[in-house]
């Protein structure tokens, strides 16, 4: 498996449900971040956790981490129409010289919401 | 007020041609990348640039020459497309010296070598 692999591969709700996508890696971290893409844009930065951090939020997401099972989950609340798109976690590793600076992306999670 | 923008936005081209995508970043950061995305969606790093210096090269066929004229910019040369370089590109740029490693990323563009 690679590493940053997010599961369910494709999650589909009702708005006002609240989606859990998870991601799981497999080399020590710096840092875990989970970006947004909307169809056909670029992807765009949500929210960063630290290695020595356990949860985080950031207004309707809420991000936690647990290294010793080398994972993450991305809840997002209360979800919109809006929040449809391909979700992806990227992992910064530890480390100077080549790793310094490079993100290891998983291959997303397709949220769709229905309004 | 774009953060980094590439272009073009979509090239099509056929096999054995010889095609530029230039990106540019305002964010002023020292580091800018290129991805490729696959028909499946996972991004693959290609390359990485600090300040005009190439310091992240991954397995990337010869045929693809990055070149930095300034780190506001880092372009992307391919030579004699084949059909497999059919993705999107993206470039995306950063802070080298930060601690995060947050990426900002460009529009992408979507190439189809026929």
């Known amino acids: 498996s690679q590493q940053g692999e997010e599961d369910p591969q494709a999650l589909s709700i009702q708005e006002g449900e609240n989606a859990t996508m998870n991601c799981s890696y497999k080399t020590s971290i710096n840092n875990l971040q989970w970006y947004r893409q909307n169809s056909g844009r670029g992807l765009v930065h949500l929210i960063l956790?630290?290695?020595?951090?356990r949860e985080k939020h950031s207004g309707r997401l809420r991000v936690t981490l647990d290294t010793s099972k080398k994972s993450s989950s991305l809840l997002i609340t209360a979800s919109r129409a809006a929040d449809t798109a391909s979700y992806f976690c990227a992992t910064a590793r530890l480390g100077g010289g080549t790793s310094y600076g490079k993100l290891t992306f998983g291959q997303g999670t397709i949220l769709t919401v229905h309004p | 007020d774009t953060a980094v923008s590439q272009t073009p936005k979509y090239l099509v081209t056929q096999m054995g041609n010889d095609k530029s995508i230039k990106c540019e970043q305002n964010l002023g950061h020292d580091t800018m990348y290129w991805y490729k995305q696959d028909s499946k969606k996972f991004l693959k790093i290609m390359f990485s640039?600090?300040?005009?210096?190439?310091?992240i090269n991954e397995t990337v066929p010869n045929r693809f020459s990055p070149k930095s004229p300034d780190k506001a910019h880092l372009n992307l040369h391919i030579n004699s497309l084949e059909l497999g370089d059919s993705a999107v590109y993206f470039c995306?740029?950063?802070?080298?010296?930060?601690?995060?490693?947050?990426?900002?990323f460009g529009p992408g563009t979507r190439l189809t070598v026929t």
């Open positions: 995306a740029s950063g802070l080298r010296g930060g601690s995060s490693y947050e990426q900002y």
């Open positions: 640039y600090n300040n005009k210096e190439l310091i």
């Open positions: 956790i630290r290695s020595n951090e």
